[in-house]
């Protein structure tokens, strides 16, 4: 078995890079045929958006896969990409997303869900969870869920709350079995409504 995150990549804290100026090493070719180069999916909603996700849970989600401890239902394609990626090629991969500014999905949301989504994130998720434009967040304990698929984020609580996924720690488990559905709909919604730094303060 792998030992996840077993080797340091340099997060680039501070540089945030748009898609179009990041020369991607070649081993993001594979990936970016479903993620993007730019690390926005393609619009695709199943699809994850990587974009701004630090290196270490990039690497640890690749490493989880090649392992089998998460499984490819859904996409076999992902589990047979990663599994041609060396520790170097994963490095590579890694460093070239969390390089990356996360724009706005552009995916309808709820306003009124959204209000009473970003209320339960502050009081359930926000202590783990940071905004990918936050200060300090290659330091948070879970990845950035703002600017995230709603399909893909709703499948994700799904299968945490199902028990088809493992949550990395008991305080993440029990907050989500606590959710109800409608709750499910509201942190969707919330994070759904993304918008960077940058994009906010170019709005009129």
């Keep these: 078995m792998h030992q996840l995150a077993r080797f340091s990549i340099p997060i680039l804290s501070g540089l945030m890079l748009t898609g179009a100026s990041v020369a991607a090493p070649p081993a993001v070719d594979a990936c970016a045929e479903c993620h993007g180069a730019d690390g926005m999916g393609l619009g695709l909603p199943m699809i994850p958006v990587l974009a701004g996700m630090p290196a270490p849970h990039i690497e640890d989600a690749i490493f989880a896969y090649v392992d089998g401890a998460r499984q490819c239902v859904r996409e076999p394609r992902m589990c047979e ?5 060396d520790e170097k090629q994963v490095g590579e991969v890694a460093e070239h ?25 502050e009081t359930l998720c926000a202590q783990c969870h940071w905004r990918p434009d936050a200060i300090g967040v290659e330091d948070a304990l879970g990845i950035p869920l703002h600017g995230q698929r709603p399909d893909y984020l709703r499948l994700a609580l799904e299968e945490y709350k199902s028990g088809a996924r493992v949550a990395l720690l008991d305080a993440m488990a029990e907050k989500i079995y606590a959710l109800r559905p409608g709750d499910f709909e509201a942190l969707v919604n919330y994070y759904a409504s993304y918008r960077s730094a940058a994009s906010r303060s170019t709005q009129p």
Aim: proline share 3%; aromatic share 10%; glycine share 6%.
């Design 81 to 85: 990409t990663v599994a041609e990626l």
């Design 97 to 121: 997303y969390s390089s990356l500014e996360r724009e706005f999905s552009g995916v309808e949301f709820d306003p009124d869900l959204a209000e009473e989504g970003a209320a339960l994130h």
